[in-house]
């Protein structure tokens, strides 16, 4: 198992999150075997989805009196159902997902944040079902294609991992070999140190949610999910033409320090959309909105109908 693709699945570290409380909260049945859990911030016509509660609880705070926000977990993950069918642990599954929930909010169009491989489902959603998607928002998106080789300075190196990931490898491997340890002393031991892949600055690691404490983010269960998950992704080549037809704004947010998605992925899908601009975190990693948090704000802007400030303008608009 590649380390950069466990990092998306096994985090640590508890950390208090500024935001208010949901509104309402539940399980929606999306397809057989499948009930997706979310929590709905506010009531206003103005609808966001994002399909990653799970590791975005920040993004809680873009709620709105205009808006209605929904954050939830992805099938199989956090407090959604366990899949036991992993036949349909796959990205097309997401995309069902998402249209499933829309139909149930019955919100006419829906606007959506998606991060990292959730940055390629929400761009797919809207090529399927362009008459329901008002704008789109990107943070860290994977690449169309699995393992498109980008330029040495639109990447990141794994040499830039901190003294301190080192030290929670060594720990992790002495509690991974301890007869003695639970699931979730190992689970927490992992992802300590998969945390240093998510942030560019080795204190924001602090800030990384603790996701152990849900049955699904057993490091059994990730590994389940990852294999079937991935696997689906890497064998896919979504062509690039129905991307270039999307006329909604799309808003790209990518750190220079990525190193689960390349900083060239967020160049790349900048400069396929019609109406697309990248905002580039310097020194930001994977989730980038711990090493800068003026991007909620930025986000927050874009939702609202404004183009954010510092938003590089690359689409053919």
């Not at 999307?246 to 990518?254: A, F, G, I, S, W």
């Not at 704000?297 to 303008?313: H, M, N, V």
């Amino acid at each position: 198992m590649v380390r950069p693709l466990l990092a998306l699945c096994l985090t640590a570290l508890p950390v208090a999150v500024a935001a208010q409380a949901p509104l309402a909260k539940g399980h929606v049945d999306t397809a057989p075997g499948v009930s997706i859990y979310y929590e709905r911030y506010g009531s206003g016509p103005k609808f966001v989805f994002v399909p990653n509660r799970l590791f975005m609880p920040e993004l809680s705070q873009l709620a709105r009196p205009g808006r209605t926000l929904v954050l939830y977990d992805m099938r199989n993950r956090g407090l959604s159902k366990r899949v036991e069918d992993v036949a349909q642990i796959t990205i097309m599954g997401d995309i069902d997902d998402v249209e499933a929930l829309r139909r149930h909010f019955r919100a006419e169009k829906i606007s959506l944040v998606g991060y990292s491989y959730l940055g390629l489902m929400v761009a797919l959603y809207a090529t399927l079902h362009p008459d329901r998607v008002e704008r789109l928002v990107q943070i860290g998106a994977v690449p169309r294609k699995f393992g498109t080789a980008y330029a040495a300075d639109q990447q990141a190196g794994n040499d830039t991992l901190s003294s301190q990931a080192a030290a929670a490898w060594t720990a992790g491997q002495a509690i991974g070999k301890d007869p003695t340890a639970g699931p979730m002393a190992r689970c927490r031991a992992l992802g300590r140190f998969f945390s240093f892949y998510l942030v560019g600055n080795p204190a924001n690691s602090a800030k990384i949610p603790d996701v152990c404490r849900y049955e699904n983010e057993s490091v059994a269960n990730a590994e389940r999910h990852l294999n079937a998950h991935f696997a689906d992704i890497q064998k896919r080549d979504f062509p690039r033409e129905p991307f270039t037809k999307l006329e909604q704004p799309v808003l790209t947010l990518h750190g220079t320090l990525d190193r689960n998605a390349p900083y060239g992925s967020g160049l790349e899908w900048a400069t396929t959309f019609r109406n697309g601009r990248l905002i580039t975190v310097e020194g930001g990693a994977h989730q980038l909105w711990l090493d800068d948090p003026t991007t909620l704000t930025d986000i927050d802007k874009f939702l609202s109908g404004e183009w954010p400030a510092r938003a590089q303008k690359f689409g053919r608009e």
